[in-house]
């Protein structure tokens, strides 16, 4: 079965770069997820878009953004990239809008995201 | 706001032993999704089980169950049978309309 899939599965930048990561979600689902996990840390919610809108914003700094297009893939863009900002980014996809429901959120195998 | 405790950092437990991996949540919603999710020296983030809070069953998939307990508020994650490729971070976590994850604990299946 399809999965979410996530590019590049490694990035390397120096400080003050830009960085692009891509997620393309599970098909039909419509509904995306980004979330950060620093090295020993639990994963931390940035922001989700439902049917290419923005439907949720977590810890998101303000050097990053994000969208959905119409094709359902999600690209992440950081700026001004920072040391703190290594991390492994997952990107999440599910089914019904992101609402409660029974449907499962799924991840993709994630971005390491080196700043040197 | 919803939170996720985990207790264990990290256990060690002999191949072959069922282990319990503790999980417990503090909601005032109603409706609720609870999940656990595996993650390996690899990285990716794998799903284990689900439980809705209206299930009147414990969740299974395979060797894990769920043992889901609503009035206490704990979502134990039960591994039977344990494997040496059990051997991962594992995350419990709750869902509104996203999903917060618990500070993990980390397993170690001992030969």
């Known amino acids: 079965a399809a999965g979410v899939i996530q590019s590049p599965r490694h990035l390397i930048k120096e400080k003050r770069e830009t960085a692009t990561l891509k997620c393309y979600p599970i098909?039909?689902?419509?509904?995306v997820y980004w979330y950060q996990q620093g090295p020993g840390q639990d994963p931390q919610f940035l922001i989700s878009?439902?049917?290419?809108?923005?439907?949720d914003k977590g810890s998101i700094p303000d050097r990053f953004s994000a969208q959905q297009f119409s094709d359902y893939h999600s690209e992440l863009n950081m700026s001004s990239l920072e040391l703190g900002d290594s991390a492994l980014y997952f990107c999440?996809?599910?089914?019904?809008?992101?609402?409660?429901?029974?449907?499962?959120?799924?991840f993709g195998e994630g971005s390491w995201l080196t700043v040197v | 706001a919803q939170k996720i405790t985990q207790t264990q950092p990290g256990m060690f437990v002999q191949e072959k032993e069922a282990v319990t991996l503790d999980c417990t949540y503090d909601?005032?919603?109603?409706?609720?999704?609870l999940f656990w999710y595996k993650q390996p020296s690899s990285g990716e983030m794998i799903f284990l089980i689900y439980?809705?809070?209206?299930?009147?069953q414990n969740a299974t998939e395979g060797r894990y169950s769920l043992n889901f307990q609503k009035a206490r508020k704990s979502a134990n994650l039960v591994i039977s049978a344990s494997q040496l490729g059990d051997s991962a971070m594992y995350f419990c976590?709750?869902?509104?309309?996203?999903?917060?994850f618990g500070k993990g604990t980390r397993l170690h299946i001992l030969p």
């Open positions: 098909p039909r689902h419509d509904t």
């Open positions: 439980q809705g809070s209206y299930d009147e």
């Open positions: 999440a996809s599910s089914s019904a809008g992101g609402m409660f429901s029974g449907n499962t959120i799924y």
């Open positions: 976590a709750y869902r509104d309309d996203k999903i917060i």
């Open positions: 878009f439902y049917e290419k809108m923005q439907s």
């Open positions: 909601t005032s919603d109603q409706s609720y999704g």
